[in-house]
């Protein structure tokens, strides 16, 4: 099945200690996007690549980084995570053009502890 | 800016009908989407719609009225699954998605 895959599930990290989250799709999908959840708050979006334009939130911190090396994989790094830092992150695709609207399809997301 | 209220949380009998409300106000509007979030999970998709009124999807519909900003989830005889939460998002201009903050549904038997 056509699917967004996050991997880890579950990450545990200490304070300071440069992290990597990846997500893959088999979608075909040209628009890849992160959010941000913390518990009972909405998604937040913290960037998007469109094809291979990077878009960055205006209030996305420097901590956070993404690359997209070709159209399947995405990352996100955080070089020094902080406490506040501690959230599920989700990967999501679009297929922008492509589709009556813009449905975004999630992956399970990753659970980010920081110690 | 944007911004997009939903009630917290509700609660409804198993079999029963439940309108989830959503109010918005954004700078700009391309249409608005339902999503279903079980606890720990991803957001799933439910509906869209872009244009005014209901959009019917088995025991799921959804409402739109863009002059209002303005629309509702309309869930039919619930089931105790339907308990998750349930996000509104507004998608404002192209590929950027804000979403409320979810209303937490319960089902009780």
């Known amino acids: 099945d056509a699917m967004v895959i996050q991997n880890p599930r579950y990450q545990v990290t200490q304070f300071g200690k440069p992290v990597t989250l990846s997500c893959s799709q088999t979608l075909n999908h040209n628009v890849m996007y992160w959010y941000q959840q913390k518990s009972s708050q909405a998604p937040k979006l913290l960037f998007h690549?469109?094809?291979?334009?990077?878009?960055n939130e205006a209030d996305t911190p420097d901590n956070f980084q993404s690359r997209r090396p070709n159209t399947s994989f995405c990352f996100l790094d955080i070089r020094s995570p902080g406490l506040g830092d501690a959230a599920m992150y989700l990967c999501?695709?679009?297929?922008?053009?492509?589709?009556?609207?813009?449905?975004?399809?999630f992956g399970p997301g990753t659970r980010l502890t920081v110690l | 800016g944007q911004n997009i209220d939903q009630p917290t949380e509700m609660t409804a009998t198993e079999g029963a009908i439940v309108q989830i409300n959503c109010t918005y106000q954004?700078?700009?509007?391309?249409?608005l989407f339902w999503y279903q979030q079980h606890a720990g999970e991803a957001p799933t998709f439910l509906s869209y719609n872009v244009l005014d009124g209901l959009e019917e999807k088995g025991r799921f519909s959804s409402f739109l009225s863009r002059s209002k900003g303005y629309s509702y989830l309309l869930l039919k005889e619930l089931q105790m699954k339907d308990s998750a939460s349930y996000l509104c998002?507004?998608?404002?201009?192209?590929?950027?998605?804000?979403f409320g903050s979810g209303t937490q549904l319960t089902v009780l038997p």
């Open positions: 954004t700078s700009g509007f391309n249409g």
């Open positions: 690549y469109y094809d291979k334009d990077f878009n």
């Open positions: 998002a507004v998608e404002g201009s192209a590929r950027q998605l804000t």
């Open positions: 999501a695709t679009s297929s922008e053009g492509l589709a009556v609207n813009n449905e975004q399809f």
